[in-house]
């Protein structure tokens, strides 16, 4: 059994900082250990070092990287997913973006939730904004979901779930936002409504370019899977798609430091977000 | 079909997005006319987010002007531009090579670590000439950047000039690195002719060990883990000497761990500095555990608040495979919440 020494678990998690823009605490080395042996069953290596040398230094194309990517992320999706994170968009950014607003006298907030996938993402945020800006059905308040896969947007646009999907919503809002038949939950319409799904490619630009004026930007756990350049493109169209003072939300250990440095870094709780100033 | 001269235009609107919009497509248009504008507009754009658009524009453009830019960037005052001009030229590969033994030439000391500095990402042969020369060159600086650039990319072909620069008395940083090179790109021999040059490893200068130690660890055999261990009773060197223990037993999986680092492992664990250098001593003690009260730490650690420790006891418990360690594995799988623990204590692999 291979042992990651300290030496070679800081290569990897700042290559994988670097390239894929995850951070690895200490604390998950032995996720990451885990991950990397797998990988070096499949390529043959015996010492820990050699994988160091081919995702640090003979990786060009990426591909080492996209294959110990499909490892260290999850592909499962749930309502409310990165509660912390959620608490932050509720407690902290919200509260700062609604009052700017209405300190200018506007009524119009929006909301973007990139790679949307079967819409849990989209909905979560539809229940915190009723639950936190009670307001919001005055306003003129839209939160466009996008994914470039048409069956889970028809799927999303369903608004139903099975258990397994809702099992981190707080109870008084499963209880409030949905309709429970067995194990299927339904959103309730009024919630429902306040989402729209659309049809978009991340990577085709001119639709990217049509996506302007949000004052919040969702794309947690999705642009790991890109390359770098697309990885590039894609934060800089969410930059143009921002107002001034808007927040762009990636997944909690996704950065967007080593992708671009146009956003500003802000604490907010114990959360890190980025905003366009 | 994208209109050069209308982008050009707009690369000085007033309107950041319009800007940035101009730059890409100019990057998509991919023509060697568009390359003057966008290097024009580099050092007059005041937003940080256009500079970005323009760089990835010129990355997208396949002509030699690209790389020309680049390299006049390289003496710019502005740090952004010449870090992003770094990588521009990285990203340009192979290509950039004939430019790059030019600018290295011709260029100062500075230039020709930059030059050096882009290098590193090229494993290409076309940069052998370059290495060559930057290993002679009159500037320290450009000598050491050299090294490690050779050690990273892993070019075996310098080992032996590389060990050629340890010769005591030169300067530390050349050592240091020279030993951190070695430890890529060296091989048994290596170990020997560091000794030969610098004496034995009880002599050298406190500077020294970190990059010694880690060369003994890539590079060493079995024998060598007594040396290494002799160094555990420095405080500062815990991590380096348990790296390169580490790197021993995974080069040979029976390696004797010496009784002397017990109780200095035990300490470590004890500590709680740093979770991962806990769990690579809970590892290590994995192969003492017949030395007297280690198997009653080890077992103790499965209670750790340290979920790492937990692991790593487990792991070794498992390890050692005799009944008594399945025993205690048994008793406490009951009380164990967490699931990556179980898996790991189960010996399953990753999800």
Redesign the interface.
Known sequence: MMELSSDHFNKLSQQIYIRLGLQFEEKKSYFLQKRVEKRMAVLGFVDPQEYVFLLCYADSEGKEMQALANLITTNETYMFREFEQLEAFANCCLPEVLSAKQSRGEQKLRIWSAGCSSGEEPYSLAIILREIFPQSQYWDCEIVATDIDENVLAQAAAARYWWRSVREVPPEYLEKHFIQEGERYTIRPNTASMVRFQHLNLHDRMSMRAMRNFDFVFCRNVLIYFDDLSRKSAVDHFYNSLNHGGYLFLGHSESVGRISSAFKLKRMDTHLVYVKE | MIELRECVDKLTSGD??DR??AA?DIG?ANQAAGIGPLLKRLPEEP???VR??IF?AL?QIEHDGVIAGALSLLDSDDSYLRNQAVELLRAK?ALAIPYLDRAFQDGNSDRRKFVIDILA?L?DSGTFEIYGRALKDPDLNVVITAVESLG???QTRFRETVEELIVPGAHPMLICASLDALA?IGDAASVHAVRARLGPAGGLPGYLWPAYL?LI??KGGPDDVREVAEMIGREELE?TV??AV??L???YPNLKVPSELAQPLRNIVSRQN????A??AV?LLGGLLRESGIFDFVERCLEHSE??VR??AG?SLR?AGTEEAEASLRRRFGSEMDE?VLQ?WAGK??E
């Open positions: 950041e997005a940035m919009y890409e998509f937003s940080r987010a970005e658009a990835g990355l590969g990402r494993g990273n990319t892993r890529q880690k660890g890539a991590g348990l790296n580490t790197a037993r995974n080069r740093s979770p991962l250098l769990y690579q590892r979920k790492s692991i790593g792991q390890e990556e790991a692999s990753a």
